[in-house]
């Protein structure tokens, strides 16, 4: 794990707090929707909010994507789970939803995992991997090679 | 009624942006670490090579169906609840799908990881 590739984690976890918020901002301007009025939703895109949420989405998604050309699934999702504690926290602190003492023991469990899976390895190379050449490369996964 | 709503799209939230993680993660280990080949090739190449791969294609599309049923679900109900809720089922089923379909090795560091971010998200969305 280099330098480049925590940021690219640390990119994964701050784009989509982002785009998520983005989008909740959005879609409380429209409103409710409902299975009858679908073209409203394909409309959504319309409104700044949800534009600029869309946008954040899309630079997270190509970190994301970046990630998982280096990374196992399991790796890469519990790593950049902060996710869902910055969105409970942008919650709170701009729209306003309540954080009841649950909710913060939820928050602190999530933050130990995070802790827990990114002190191991970032990558377990399969016998099913065709590029297997990464695998020589990285030392620690070199270890659990079959 | 409205709680109905917004579970029904969390469960399918959870269903489309697994297939769609497991498909992408899979898809990403073929092409290669993309940093590698942006520096040989250039930005070009590894965006050739991405959108090359079949199985990168089926998971946008269901990454698609996961974004209009967030879009959805945000509409109906909470913040809080909707991401929390399906982003703790997604991760459970990640987990799994992830060892059964793409044969990662989750050892006890990954699972105590994956048992606490699940609970710490289940908690979330009490």
Same mark, same amino acid.
């Given at each position: 794990?280099?330098?480049?590739?925590?940021?690219?984690?640390?990119?994964?976890?701050?784009? %989509?707090?982002?785009?998520?918020?983005l989008l909740?901002?959005g879609?409380?301007?429209?409103g409710?929707?409902?299975?009858? @009025?679908?073209?409203?939703?394909?409309?959504? =895109?319309l409104?700044?909010w949800?534009?600029?949420g869309i946008?954040?989405?899309l630079?997270?998604?190509?970190c994301?994507?970046?990630?998982?050309s280096?990374?196992?699934?399991?790796y890469?999702?519990?790593?950049?789970?902060?996710?869902?504690?910055?969105?409970?926290? =942008?919650g709170?602190?701009?729209?306003?939803?309540?954080?009841?003492p649950?909710?913060?023991?939820g928050i602190?469990? =999530?933050?130990a995992?995070v802790?827990?899976?990114?002190?191991?390895?970032?990558?377990?190379?399969?016998?099913?991997?065709?590029?297997?050449? @990464?695998?020589s490369?990285?030392?620690? %996964?070199?270890?659990?090679k079959p | 009624?409205?709680?109905?709503?917004a579970w029904?799209?969390?469960?399918? +939230?959870v269903l489309?942006?697994t297939?769609?993680? *497991?498909?992408?993660?899979?898809?990403?280990?073929?092409v290669g670490?993309?940093?590698?080949?942006?520096?040989?090739?250039?930005?070009?190449?590894? +965006?050739?090579?991405v959108?090359?791969?079949?199985t990168?294609t089926?998971?946008?599309?269901?990454?698609?169906?996961?974004f209009y049923?967030?879009?959805?679900?945000?509409?109906?109900?909470?913040?809080?609840l909707? *991401?929390?809720?399906?982003?703790?089922?997604?991760?459970?089923a990640?987990a799994?799908?992830?060892?059964v379909?793409l044969?990662?090795?989750?050892g006890?560091?990954?699972?105590i990881?994956?048992?606490?971010?699940?609970?710490? *998200?289940?908690?979330?969305?009490v």
């Open positions: 794990m280099t330098l480049r590739k925590y940021l690219v984690l640390a990119g994964i976890t701050l784009f %989509s707090t982002a785009g998520d918020s909740a901002r879609m409380k301007d429209l409710g929707f409902s299975l009858h @009025n679908f073209s409203g939703l394909l409309l959504a =895109i409104n700044p949800v534009a600029m946008l954040f989405l630079t997270f998604f190509a994301y994507m970046s990630a998982l280096w990374a196992d699934l399991t890469v999702l519990p790593a950049t789970s902060l996710a869902y504690v910055l969105v409970a926290l =942008i709170h602190f701009r729209l306003h939803e309540a954080i009841s649950t909710r913060w023991l602190a469990l =999530i933050a995992g802790g827990f899976v990114a002190a191991g390895p970032s990558f377990t190379p399969s016998h099913e991997r065709p590029n297997s050449r @990464n695998a490369r990285d030392p620690v %996964s070199a270890e659990v | 009624m409205k709680d109905l709503y029904s799209a969390i469960g399918l +939230i489309a942006s297939t769609g993680d *497991v498909l992408l993660s899979y898809s990403m280990k073929r670490d993309v940093g590698e080949l942006w520096k040989r090739r250039g930005v070009l190449a590894v +965006i050739g090579r959108l090359a791969t079949p990168f089926l998971g946008l599309m269901a990454m698609g169906v996961a049923s967030l879009l959805f679900g945000l509409s109906w109900g909470n913040l809080s909707v *991401v929390p809720a399906s982003a703790s089922l997604t991760f459970v990640n799994v799908a992830a060892r379909f044969h990662e090795r989750v006890r560091r990954r699972w990881a994956a048992l606490l971010v699940a609970s710490g *998200v289940v908690l979330m969305a």
